[in-house]
Nanobody, 124 residues
């Protein structure tokens, strides 16, 4: 069993930055590919970033590519999402999730664990 806890959300002005953290307890995170997802009010959840078990492979949708960076520190059992040049349309609840393979994380299917989410609000 893995428990995921996100932190680092908040209110920021457009153009600003935030760094989200996803800390895991229980089983080591190095066993999982990890991802960040987001869900805005009234919208479906969408994929934001993924990282392989070792951190050697990352993947982003076009909407955040070049602005968001996912990273992980397996020794600290933590995954990060650095978000720069934030836009009002980035406003959402951000969730981290763990999957057995990178592909499942990218498509958001068959994910094994989810965090409770952290709110990110970008003002214009």
């Amino acid at each position: 069993q893995v428990q995921l806890v996100e932190s680092g959300g908040g209110l920021v002005q457009a153009g600003g930055s935030l760094r989200l953290s996803c800390a895991a307890s229980g089983r080591t995170l190095s066993s999982y590919a990890m991802g960040w997802f987001r869900q805005a009010p009234g919208k479906e959840r969408e994929f934001a970033a993924a990282i392989s078990r070792t951190g050697g492979i990352t993947y982003y949708p076009d909407s955040v590519k070049g602005r968001f960076t996912i990273s992980r520190d397996n020794a600290k059992n933590t995954v990060y999402l650095q978000m720069n040049s934030l836009k009002p349309e980035d406003t959402a609840v951000y969730y981290c999730a763990a999957g057995s393979v990178m592909g499942s994380v990218v498509v958001g299917s068959s994910l094994e664990y989810w965090g409770q989410g952290t709110q990110v609000t970008v003002s214009s």
